[in-house]
T-cell receptor
């Protein structure tokens, strides 16, 4: 079975440009998470969705960041305009959490490595 | 104070050694605890859950101390293939998982 699929794997762009990162979760998973990872701050949760609805976006750094999930099989994370401090690896993860039990298993994509010059 | 704190390491150990990592968390209401493993330039993957009574999975033992708000991971008979970054993960409210910054382990010949 295919895992979480992210694109692009690498992106280099110039400050001020719009960046769109894409994610296809594992089929049947009802939770989708966007994380950002840097050496200094580790993995930070940006936003997560349940059944395509944003549940917690408190980790989104500022208005330049937006995320959408138009359907169960696709999500985007957009940065506009991009800045050098946005350089990081952006991970998408999906999960199927039933009831109140949290198995803690998130399935991560391979990440999108963003460099903003 | 960070929600989840870990010693970044690196821990350099010889093959066959026993090594232990600790992790502290700030939210006393945290319910679930996990260890993830992340290889260099790869995505994190679940290693094991941490149960209140402690649990083992082969060479790996995880323990939880709620009173002191820390969890630990012990690796016995370490292998070269254990070299990775180990991420401590804690859940707060709902399904939000908070990751530590990770502890790097290097197992050497």
């Amino acid at each position: 079975d295919a895992g979480v699929i992210q694109s692009p794997r690498h992106e280099v762009t110039e400050m001020g440009q719009e960046v769109t990162l894409r994610c296809k979760p594992i089929s049947g998973h009802d939770y989708l998470f966007w994380y950002r990872q840097t050496m200094m701050r580790g993995l930070e949760l940006l936003i997560y969705f349940n059944n395509n609805v944003p549940i917690d976006d408190s980790g989104m750094p500022e208005d330049r960041f937006s995320a959408k999930m138009p359907n169960a099989s696709f999500s985007t994370l957009k940065i506009q305009p991009s800045e050098p401090r946005d350089s990081a690896v952006y991970f998408c993860a999906s999960s199927s959490l039933t009831g109140t039990e949290n198995t803690g298993e998130l399935f991560f994509g391979e990440g999108s490595r963003l460099t903003v010059l | 104070r960070k929600e989840v704190e870990q010693d970044p390491g690196p821990f350099n150990v010889p093959e066959g050694a026993t090594v232990a990592f600790n992790c502290t968390y700030s939210n006393s209401a945290s319910q679930s605890f996990f260890w993830y493993r992340q290889d260099c330039r790869k995505e994190p993957k679940l290693l094991m859950s941490v149960y209140s009574s402690g649990n083992e999975d082969g060479r790996f033992t995880a323990q939880l101390n709620r009173a002191s708000q820390y969890i630990s991971l012990l690796i016995r008979d370490s292998k070269l293939s254990d070299s990775a970054t180990y991420l401590c993960v804690v859940t707060g409210g709902g399904n939000k998982l908070t990751f530590g910054t990770g502890t790097q382990l290097k197992v050497e010949l």
